[in-house]
T-cell receptor, first 111, second 112 residues
Framework: GENVEQHPSTLSVQEGDSAVIKCTYS??????FPWYKQELGKRPQLIID?????GEKKDQRIAVTLNKTAKHFSLHITETQPEDSAVYFC??????????FGTGTRLTVIP | EAGVTQFPSHSVIEKGQTVTLRCDPI?????LYWYRRVMGKEIKFLLH????????ESGMPNNRFLAERTGGTYSTLKVQPAELEDSGVYFC??????????FGAGTRLSVL
């Protein structure tokens, strides 16, 4: 089955700096990679996603890159703000349409 | 449009008791998923319904867990009897066909 690894588990950055979270996956058949943000006490919410036929996708301060050959994908947040503080989960979707998640990264943006 | 709702938000039970979690998906979403997050670990897939049918239940940990989705609307996940290691946050998500999965806020289960 699919195995997703995520690093780092915790990340602290100064407000305005960039944050990068990295994930790897094992199943070469996985073709969809969403990122979810979970604020304290709230539901996980999709913030950006990328499909396997695309190498990079950007939405304002958030970008995701995908290297299919290496089975790596990363989340990049630029100009971080305190409201970016949350737990971020990467995931990979397999052929059965099921999501396999990483262990999460707790991002803290220090004002 | 109402989102995915889960009930209860928190349940505290003793080992050996039974607990039933409920999930109401977004109206019109045929796909319903259950996940569990044990503290500090990944959000782990449990099972997937398409309408009332179990499409994939490969993530269900053991036969103490029973999921149902009668009529293809809301779903329940029953744990009987509960064990200490069942503690965690149980998430439900729903989607249209191969669409984005929208999550509920989760049920935090504490087994004492």
């Amino acid at each position: 089955g699919e195995n997703v690894e995520q690093h780092p588990s915790t990340l602290s950055v100064q407000e305005g700096d960039s944050a990068v979270i990295k994930c790897t996956y094992s199943d070469s058949a996985s073709n969809y990679f969403p990122w979810y943000k979970q604020e304290l006490g709230k539901r996980p919410q999709l913030i950006i996603d990328i499909r396997s036929n695309v190498g990079e996708k950007k939405d304002q301060r958030i970008a995701v890159t995908l290297n299919k050959t290496a089975k790596h994908f990363s989340l990049h947040i630029t100009e971080t703000q305190p409201e970016d503080s949350a737990v971020y989960f990467c995931a990979a979707k397999n052929g059965a349409n099921n999501l396999f998640f990483g262990t999460g990264t707790r991002l803290t943006v220090i004002p | 449009e109402a989102g995915v709702t889960q009930f209860p938000s928190h349940s505290v039970i003793e080992k050996g008791q039974t607990v039933t979690l409920r999930c109401d998906p977004i109206s019109g979403h045929d796909n319903l998923y259950w996940y569990r997050r044990v503290m500090g670990k990944e959000i782990k897939f449990l099972l997937h319904f398409v309408k009332e049918s179990k499409q994939d239940e490969s993530g269900m940990p053991n036969n103490r867990f029973l999921a149902e989705r009668t009529g293809g609307t809301y779903s329940t996940l029953k744990v009987q009897p509960a064990e200490l290691e069942d503690s965690g946050v149980y998430f439900c998500a729903s989607s249209q066909v191969r669409g984005i999965q929208y999550f509920g806020a989760g049920t935090r289960l504490s087994v004492l």
